[in-house]
Every structure is written in structure tokens, then in C-alpha cells.
């Protein structure tokens, strides 16, 4: 069954790109400008944002700022037009980094017993973005993985009691959800926001690994706010009716379930294949903790290069890659600066070359729709700086028809095929399927779905609202036909990602990066080029969720 899906999907993905090439010509002057862009200029955009003085782009430091700085400056010299708040290039982001003070955290079983959980050893909790003194005092109900997803067979909270209830739960999901379902459906928001859904006070997160350790915190939570102090997003914070986001060590997990008559081996198997083990626990927790916050701004960079119909050029393109990195931290081998020359230097060079594309072309050889430029802040602490775009664009959001991601491309490698990252769920598909036959390159499935990339970088952001959205990766297909080029990632990634190392002294293939920058050019120009927008598939899951009306 599985061969046949492929077979299916290989198929679709043929007669595309046949389509393509019968149908569509690109104009010269395009091909022309496509043609110019150069491995070297993407070379020495790395080569200055991932340099020393730079000091890791870490957002509110003098470091990040040099780097908004340089992308200004790029676009100012190719006269790409402001797009940002009140015209100019910056959107403002307001962080707050919130750190939990001493948290006391009370068990009362039914039969009236107390126990006391010991802080950072049965215990953390997270600290609260809004709120200085934080407590709740609620029942305990176990709402296993914490999905409500009729629509899929499988709801946890079905014939569950969760209001005014603290609702424990194991992160996962049933072996038989998609990979990009399955990436959904354990994103810590998508937990929080579905217990408050269902009237939840606060959720604990469960461990039924007994040699998993407790989350180190010290370090603090992020969050985007308001000008009124109030939360704009948060990955560990959706309302104010959660008051407490909470971890348990596996014993104190195993306890809780053992005393409302589950296997705490046993139930992780249950959901896993789909059977829901919901049910009350024999428990009140009472907390109460404190938090400190320190608070700073960053930005991120909105450039727009304006469209040549008079309708259509009201509508936009979103190219995105996140300008941030790490910053200074733990020496490795050392070094302490974490430079980020492919994550995400070679993300934001590629877009600048994008941007040259469009800049070669004369105002009638533009694409119909406007196209934006958007270097975000804050990816690295939770795709904060795309989610408040995506969220608060400056331009109006019913007006962004599609967005087309670019983080750390890992041009380690030439480029033979690629993974469209969220193509599948919309008509995007199609234009990944035409530009690749452009360009030679074959269309892959993600050969490691383990790593929930889907998730994990700014396009998902666009994606929540509504906005269909995509993320190219490589493919696993090499020069020698050994088709094995995630073995080569393998090695490399565990040497340089996240790491100081991850400098332009590095492992590179520019030629690659200039596949990317022509491919990624070519994919947003087709939507741009297109009188429909990109629309998601019928009954596609995501669609469903988040589609626009």
C-alpha cells in the first residue's frame, strides 16, 4: 500500500512537471537575470554575517543589529522598497526572556494525604510571560497525548472532564498520524491551545521515559509582547486561562498515573496505536511560582519589491530566512562564537540574491504580484520573529497569498534533487513540481521525517495562519548515483549545526547555493506570475484547520 502511494505520488509529481515544460516559457529578461547570479556574491554574503565581529547575531545585541544593518544596506543598494512600519525597512519586535523564580508545587491525593514535589527534581515549571506571582489550584485528569482530532480517528479529550482541571499529558502522537500531522499534533502549542479549548486551568507534560531528565530552564522562555505587556505569541504561553505550564520527572509520572489504575509502560503503547487512555487522577495540585523578565527589542527586515499589475500587485509573495543566530555561548574546541554561516547566513544570502533577481528587472518584466523580502529575528528562540509577523504582517494579511521559506539550506553538496517541506499540502506542489523540471533537479520525499523540519523553521508560522507555505530542503541524490547524500548530512551536522564551528571556514558548495537561489527565485515568481492564488488541497488537514474562507 505504502509502494503505491508512492508510485502515486511520483506519478502526479511527473505529469507536473510535463505540464510545465509544454506549457510555460519564461521571458528572456528573466532568464537573463536568473543566469547572473553568482556562487561568489552568495559567498560574501556569509562571509560578513557569519563573521567574528558579528558575534553570532544573537537578537537585542550590537551584533544583530550590524547584520539588519547590511541588509539594509543591500536593499537600499538595489532599490528594493520599504515594506516595514511606518515606511521604513524594521518591523518592531518586543522580546521578553521571563525566568521562573522558586516554585512550590503541592500533590493532595483523595484520600486527603499532601506531598510535597521537590523543585528540579520531581519538577520544573515554566515561568509565566505576564505575570510576576503565578498560582492555581485545580483537579488532575491524565488526557494522554493531549490531541482532539476527531477528524482523524483519534480525540483524547473525547468523554473527558477537562474544565477548570490541570490536564497531564505524554508528548507524541498515534504511529499512524502523517509526519507533518504527527509534528502538529506534538508542538507544545497545539498542546496548550487544545487543553484550553477544553476548558483546562494547566497542563503538566509527563515523561514515560524513566532515563529522561527534566528540562533546564535556567536560561529562561521567550516570548513577543505587546506594548501593553500583554503576550503577542509564545510557544509555552497561549491564554491567560492556562495558568501554569508545568514538567514531571518519569517517576513523579508514573505515580500519578499508577494511582488511577494505568501502566505507565503500558499506556504510551495504547496511544501509540491509537486507543485513548484518558481518565481522572486521584489528585489536586496545587502551585505557585514566580517569574522575572527582562525585556528587549529586535526587528526584523521587510523589504518589497512592487508588482506590475495594477490588482494583483496588492497581493504578495513572501520570501522568509531567519536573520538570527546563537550568539556567544559554551566554548567548543575553543571557539565561543556561534557564527551560523549556513544556519542561517547562507539563508539570508540566498534571499538577497533573490532579491538582485528581481532588482536586474525593469518594472514590466516584474511578476503581477508584489514580493516581500522578510529576514525575521528570534527563530532560534522559537520562531518568534515570524510568528509575530505572520500574525501582525505589515501589509494586509489577507493579502499574503503564499510564503516560500529558506533556513540553513546545508549547500554541503550540488544539488540534484530536493524536498518540498509542506508542498504536499497545497497547489504549491505544483509550482515546486515546474520549477524543479526547470532546473533538472528530482522532487523527493523527506528522507528523514524523524526530524519534524515542518515544524521546526518559519514557514510554519505562515502556515497557523492560514497561509500556504513551504520550505525547501535537499534531496538524497548524488553525482555518483549512490542517492545517499543524507549520510554525508549525517556526518556533517552533528561537527557544525549549532555549534562554533558552523563558520565560513566550513564545508560549502556555492554552486549549490546559487541551484537554490535560482529555485527558490523561479517557485515565488510562478505564484507571483499566476492569476489564481495558491489554494490548499481539499480536506487537507492543515487546510482545514487554518485555511482562509
Not at 497569498?401 to 533556513?407: E, F, K, L
Not at 540534484?416 to 499540502?425: D, E
Request: aromatic letters at 8%.
Amino acid at each position: 500500500m505504502k509502494i503505491t502511494r508512492i508510485l502515486l505520488w511520483l506519478l502526479c509529481l511527473l505529469h507536473l512537471s510535463n505540464s510545465f515544460a509544454q506549457n510555460q516559457e519564461l521571458p528572456k529578461r528573466v532568464v537573463k537575470s536568473l543566469k547572473k547570479t553568482k556562487p561568489n556574491d552568495i559567498r560574501d554574503h556569509i562571509a560578513y554575517l557569519a563573521d567574528d565581529r558579528l558575534q553570532g547575531r544573537l537578537p537585542g545585541t550590537e551584533g544583530y543589529q550590524m547584520a539588519v544593518d547590511y541588509v539594509i544596506d543591500q536593499f537600499k543598494a538595489m532599490k528594493v522598497e520599504p515594506a516595514g512600519e511606518n515606511q521604513t525597512y524594521l518591523q518592531q519586535v518586543r522580546l521578553r526572556r521571563a525566568t521562573a523564580g522558586i516554585a512550590a508545587f503541592h500533590l493532595q491525593s483523595a484520600d486527603g494525604k499532601e506531598e510535597v514535589l521537590a523543585e528540579g527534581k520531581d519538577f520544573v515549571v515554566y515561568p509565566h510571560p505576564e505575570q510576576e506571582q503565578a498560582t492555581v489550584e485545580a483537579p488532575l485528569v491524565f488526557a494522554g497525548f493531549g490531541i482532539s482530532a476527531p477528524d482523524l480517528g483519534y480525540d483524547d479529550y473525547a468523554n473527558l472532564d477537562a474544565k477548570g482541571k490541570i490536564v497531564v499529558v505524554l508528548r507524541g502522537a498515534p504511529a499512524s498520524f502523517p509526519s507533518t500531522v504527527f509534528s502538529y499534533s506534538t508542538d507544545l502549542t497545539t498542546i496548550l491551545q487544545t487543553a484550553a479549548d477544553h476548558g483546562a486551568v494547566g497542563v503538566i507534560i509527563g515523561s514515560a521515559n524513566p532515563t529522561s531528565g527534566l528540562p533546564n530552564l535556567d536560561r529562561g522562555v521567550n516570548s513577543v509582547m505587546h506594548a501593553d505587556g500583554k503576550v503577542a505569541f509564545s510557544r509555552t504561553f497561549v491564554s491567560d486561562q492556562l495558568k501554569v505550564l508545568a514538567h514531571v520527572s518519569h517517576p513523579t509520572f508514573h505515580k500519578l498515573l499508577k494511582a488511577a489504575g494505568l501502566d505507565a509502560v503500558a499506556v504510551p503503547i495504547s496511544l501509540r496505536s491509537g486507543i485513548t487512555a484518558s481518565a481522572p487522577l486521584p489528585f489536586t495540585g496545587s502551585l505557585r511560582y514566580s517569574s522575572t523578565f527582562h525585556d528587549f527589542d529586535s526587528y526584523n527586515v521587510v523589504g518589497r519589491i512592487a508588482g506590475s499589475d495594477p490588482q494583483l500587485s496588492q497581493e504578495y509573495v513572501v520570501h522568509s530566512a531567519h536573520l538570527d543566530h546563537m550568539g556567544i555561548g559554551n566554548p567548543v574546541n575553543g571557539d565561543s562564537i556561534y557564527n551560523g554561516a549556513h544556519d542561517n547566513a547562507s539563508g539570508v544570502a540566498s534571499l538577497l540574491e533573490i532579491a538582485n533577481i528581481y532588482a536586474r528587472l525593469k518594472p514590466k518584466d516584474k511578476p503581477k504580484r508584489s514580493v516581500l523580502i522578510l529576514m525575521v529575528t528570534a527563530e532560534e528562540m522559537g520562531l518568534l520573529g515570524s510568528a509575530y509577523f505572520a500574525k501582525f504582517p505589515t501589509v494586509p494579511k489577507e493579502q499574503i497569498v503564499a510564503n516560500i521559506n529558506t533556513d540553513m539550506p546545508t549547500i554541503i553538496a550540488p544539488l540534484l534533487s530536493v524536498v518540498p517541506l509542506g508542498a504536499t499540502h497545497s497547489s504549491l506542489e505544483e509550482q515546486v513540481a515546474s520549477a524543479s523540471a526547470y532546473f533538472g533537479l528530482s522532487v523527493e520525499q523527506d528522507p528523514e521525517p524523524e526530524q519534524n523540519r515542518f515544524i521546526r523553521s518559519d514557514q510554519y508560522s505562515f502556515v497557523v495562519q492560514g497561509i500556504p507555505a513551504l520550505h525547501i530542503k535537499y534531496g538524497n541524490k548524488t553525482a555518483d548515483g549512490q542517492n545517499n547524500l543524507h549520510l554525508l548530512v549525517q556526518e556533517w551536522r552533528p561537527k557544525y549545526y549549532h555549534k562554533p564551528q558552523d563558520d565560513i571556514n566550513g564545508l560549502f558548495d556555492f554552486e549549490a547555493g546559487k541551484k537554490y537561489v535560482q529555485l527558490n527565485f523561479l517557485i515565488g515568481y510562478q505564484v507571483a506570475q499566476q492569476p489564481e492564488r495558491p489554494t490548499w488541497k481539499t480536506g487537507d488537514f492543515f487546510g482545514e484547520r487554518f485555511g482562509r474562507e
